[in-house]
Nanobody
């Protein structure tokens, strides 16, 4: 079983930066893609960014390209999301997630089977 704990959310103003972190426990995740998703009130959960198990490939939603950067440290079993130039439309609960299948690079919600509890990010205008 995998446990994921996110941290780093908060209330910021438009244009500010935040760094989200996710610590995983239960099993080494070096063979699994990891990603960040978000869910705003009244909307479906959507992918924000993902990184392949090797770290060699990344995926970003169009809405965050050039502003957000995903990174991972397989030795520490962590994944992070650096968010710059935040906008009010980035307001959501952000979730860390792990792909269900090893050695695959999932970029859709259904491909991810382990989820954290979420951390709230609120961006005021």
């Amino acid at each position: 079983q995998v446990q994921l704990v996110e941290s780093g959310g908060g209330l910021v103003q438009a244009g500010d930066s935040l760094r989200l972190s996710c610590a995983a426990s239960g099993r080494p995740l070096r063979n699994y893609a990891m990603g960040w998703f978000r869910q705003a009130p009244g909307k479906e959960r959507e992918i924000v960014a993902a990184m392949s198990w090797s770290g060699g490939s990344t995926y970003y939603a169009d809405s965050v390209k050039g502003r957000f950067t995903i990174s991972r440290d397989n030795a520490k079993n962590t994944v992070s999301l650096q968010m710059n130039s935040l906008k009010p439309e980035d307001t959501a609960v952000y979730y860390c997630a792990v792909d269900r299948i090893p050695l695959r690079f999932g970029v859709t919600r259904r491909e991810y089977g382990y989820w954290g509890q979420g951390t709230q990010v609120t961006v005021s205008s």
